[in-house]
């Protein structure tokens, strides 16, 4: 109810003159129309609503996402809609293994430094060849021929030795000690004779048998004995038989280094395995080298154990080496050299980073996979509300309600506007309303000059002129409105003269008679004006007034008091209050309270001459009222009924009054008026404003 309720104020006057406005009243086919058309908009807002809660559940991951426009994840992002297919996303979405160690490898290649990473490229590069060729040295050392090639060169060494040992038991069969011609024994021989050569006997023949000579075994004398088996000691070391077995022994030896160097001892293959599962990232690979590598090893120390033995054993099952899969690997460092070295604007590098970048970003979609298809999930309901939405349009709706509205309520509209303009006075000002458009169903008018529809009428009124327009206008769309609801006026007449006024306070007052009207205002001549409006006239009676006070104290407001101010109160209720208030503060007479009693006369004696002064004005109010610059001389006539007795009573009763009001010396005051007294002063004033209100209502 409240909400029918319609309220014009200084906020609103501009809205009512220049801007447009919705017309209130609504006829049965624009309110079907308008009906439908509010139908549309509410389910328009819900359907908003709804899309907006879908397009809030957007993660911030897809609402903002990491990837990059230009690889596939990213316009596969910018182009998400509810037509998304879900294989395309899992398409897309994570790596393998192989992928991933790609996109290490790029983002380790492109973030640092190239020059640096080039550097440990090719030593990565130089460590996997070298590995490369000792595992080429261990497959060919550990190869069954090997046994062969070791065999027939031990077997030559052992023959040589044992034409040795035959030589030198004939030789040295007289010895004293055995072993003579032994290996022990000719590597004590050796010994001697370095030594003897670098500090006995520096720059002279070995073994020095002269007279004055020592041996340099047992450091004595050499008797002729001695030195003729030392003698013989080194003819038996410069034999045939003994150098061929050190030429053979050497052979040997130079046939077991051959194939003892493909050793692969088991630190370095631990390094080899950490090198290529850790630094280059083939696990798998490392894996297949481990037991490639401890097979061959188990092979070639089978091989280096047993080539002695009289028959060859069966060696350990060979087993083929992982080399395609090194070879692959020294291609793709070799790629990365390369890449890296070309320019950093070059294609190669373009090339490098977008294919990081794809990577990369489909590493990202492989983590936000569930989140896409819950997006897709939710696009496909956005993308289906939308397209209700679209059936939501009110165009028709407002071409059809235009054609109505200009055929049931324009012309009522600005005819009625045109009687509110003249019932308030400013026929003159030769305006009217139009209707401007209609939005949604609902027709819109405004106010504009006749002769100059373009031009701002803001600018051409008055402050006045611009305020009885607006309530012009405002009072006409109140005129379309079936319901005779409640009208709230704040201040309508500020900046108004005294013509435009009366106009207005009688328009209130004829509205007042089918509504109820509320007015707010400090203007006490308005006030006055809206009073006299609302009294009995030719033709109609009074229009029942209630007035309220509002006021406040120095911190709260809003206090409300059911009496008018006092200088507009009718005659007739101050009166009464007045009586009321005399029956309530008698007992300070009759108490014998003179003090109290003496500020209630005083109080009374002021009221009573303030309500004199009121009823004066009141008995000429039919030519001039206070307040008021309106001189009426129709009612010229009701002041004949005067007499020169009325006057008189009326300065008697008005000196009596103000005795008590004015400082006199202590011996002529009076004495203080018993409450029959004021009583009768109260009456004598009733009965004086009664009598010539009576006249004066007998006077045409």
Not at 83 to 105: M, P, S, Y
Not at 174 to 191: H, K, Q, S, T
Not at 200 to 220: I, N, W
Request: with cysteine; hydrophobic share 40%; glycine share 4%.
């Amino acid at each position: 109810m409240l909400s029918a309720v319609s309220v014009f104020d200084s906020r609103t006057a501009n809205v009512h003159v220049e801007n447009t406005n919705d017309l209130a009243y609504t006829p049965s086919p624009l309110r079907i129309l308008a009906g439908l058309a509010q139908a549309c908009q509410d389910l328009k807002v819900r359907l908003t609503s709804e899309i907006q809660a879908l397009e809030l559940q957007t993660p911030a991951v897809l609402s903002k996402p990491e990837c990059k426009p230009h690889t596939g994840v990213g316009r596969l992002l910018a182009a998400l809609s509810g037509q998304t297919k879900l294989e395309a996303v899992e398409g897309l979405a994570g790596l393998d293994a192989l992928q991933e160690a790609r996109l290490q490898t790029l983002a380790s290649d492109l973030v640092g430094d190239p020059a640096r990473t080039i550097r440990q490229l090719e030593g990565q590069e130089t460590r996997l060849k070298a590995a490369v060729e000792r595992l080429q040295r261990l497959v060919a050392c550990s190869d069954e021929k090997n046994q062969t090639l070791l065999a027939e060169p031990f077997r030559e060494l052992e023959t040589a030795r044992a034409a040795t040992v035959v030589a030198s038991a004939t030789l040295f069969a007289n010895e004293p000690l055995p072993e003579v011609g032994a290996d022990v024994w000719r590597a004590l021989w050796e010994a001697a004779r370095a030594y003897s050569s670098a500090a006995a006997y520096p720059g002279r023949p070995f073994p020095l048998t002269e007279s004055d000579a020592h041996c340099v075994l047992c450091q004595q004398p050499l008797s002729e004995e001695a030195a003729k088996r030392l003698a013989s000691f080194e003819a038996f070391v410069q034999d045939e038989s003994k150098r061929r077995e050190a030429a053979v022994g050497e052979a040997y030896d130079q046939s077991l280094e051959s194939v003892a160097v493909g050793r692969f001892p088991m630190a370095d293959m631990l390094g080899l395995l950490a090198f290529v599962r850790d630094d280059l990232g083939h696990e798998a690979l490392a894996a297949a080298l481990r037991r490639e590598i401890v097979t061959l090893t188990w092979r070639l120390r089978a091989l280096l154990r047993n080539h002695h033995r009289p028959a060859l054993t069966e060696l350990p099952p060979t087993t083929s080496v992982s080399f395609d899969g090194l070879q692959a690997v020294l291609e793709g460092i070799a790629r990365r050299i390369s890449d890296l070295k070309a320019d950093a604007d070059s294609p190669q590098r373009a090339t490098l980073v977008a294919e990081e970048d794809d990577l990369a970003d489909r590493k990202w979609l492989g983590l936000v996979k569930a989140d896409v298809f819950a997006q897709i999930e939710r696009l496909k309901e956005i993308e289906a509300l939308r397209t209700a939405t679209r059936e939501t349009t009110t165009n028709k709706i407002t071409t059809q309600s235009a054609r109505i509205a200009q055929a049931l309520v324009t012309n009522r509209l600005r005819s009625r506007f045109a009687i509110e303009v003249d019932k308030l006075g400013v026929a003159g000002l030769a305006i009217e309303l139009q209707q401007a458009k209609t939005t949604t169903g609902v027709p819109f008018f405004q106010i504009r000059l006749i002769n100059k529809p373009s031009e701002p009428i803001g600018k051409v009124l008055s402050e006045g002129e611009h305020r009885c327009v607006a309530l012009a206008a405002f009072l006409a769309e109140l005129s379309t409105i079936d319901a005779q609801s409640a009208i709230v006026f704040d201040d309508p007449v500020c900046s108004l003269d005294h013509l435009h006024r009366d106009k207005v306070a009688a328009r209130l007052a004829e509205a007042a008679v089918s509504r109820q009207v509320i007015v707010f205002t400090h203007d006490m001549a308005f006030l006055l004006l809206l009073d006299e409006a609302c009294r009995a006239a030719k033709g109609r009676e009074a229009t029942p007034v209630a007035y309220r006070l509002i006021s406040r104290g120095p911190d709260r407001a809003g206090f409300c008091h059911h009496d008018p101010p006092a200088n507009v109160m009718p005659l007739a209720k101050v009166i009464d209050g007045m009586r009321a208030h005399l029956t309530n503060v008698k007992i300070h007479y009759e108490r014998g309270d003179q003090a109290k009693w003496l500020r209630e006369v005083t109080s009374f004696q002021d009221q009573l001459r303030t309500t004199w002064e009121r009823a004066v004005e009141d008995t000429v109010g039919p030519v001039l009222r206070r307040l008021s610059r309106k001189v009426d001389t129709t009612g010229l006539i009701k002041l004949t009924v005067l007499t020169e007795a009325d006057c008189t009573e009326m300065r008697k009763s008005f000196g009596r009054c103000s005795m008590l009001l004015h400082s006199q010396p202590g011996e002529l005051n009076p004495r203080i008026p018993a409450p029959p007294v004021i009583k009768s002063e109260i009456d004598a004033l009733a009965n004086w404003i009664g009598d010539i209100q009576n006249r004066q209502g007998g006077v045409e």
